[in-house]
Nanobody
Framework: QVQFVESGGGLVQAGGSLKLSCATS????????MGWYRQAPGKQQRDVVA????????HYVDSVKGRFTVSRDNAKNTVYLQMDSLKPEDTAVYLC?????????WGQGTQVTVSS
């Protein structure tokens, strides 16, 4: 059974930083392309913001490019999201899952709240 456990969220002022972690289990992590998604308050949709291929190539949506950095540690089956220069519009629940294939069951996510 595949599981995702996200952590590292919190309340931060605009301009601050947070580093999120997503520990995975039950899958061959090193072979998966992994994405970070966020679900804004009051919205059902989860939008991808950053992803990293099994080979380590990174991609970002325009709204976070230059501020967020995605990385992975295959030895720890963990994917990370370093978030700098945070803005109030980054406020959301952040979740990880695979990308470019059918999703596994979602974890609980971690709440990020950015105050102005």
């Amino acid at each position: 059974q595949v599981q995702f456990v996200e952590s590292g969220g919190g309340l931060v002022q605009a301009g601050g930083s947070l580093k999120l972690s997503c520990a995975t289990s039950g899958m061959v992590f090193s072979g998966e392309h992994m994405g970070w998604y966020r679900q804004a308050p009051g919205k059902q949709q989860r939008d991808v913001v950053a992803w990293i291929t099994s080979g380590g190539k990174t991609h970002y949506v325009d709204s976070v490019k230059g501020r967020f950095t995605v990385s992975r540690d295959n030895a720890k089956n963990t994917v990370y999201l370093q978030m700098d220069s945070l803005k109030p519009e980054d406020t959301a629940v952040y979740l990880c899952n695979v990308i470019d294939r059918a999703y596994y069951a979602w974890g609980q996510g971690t709440q990020v709240t950015v105050s102005s």
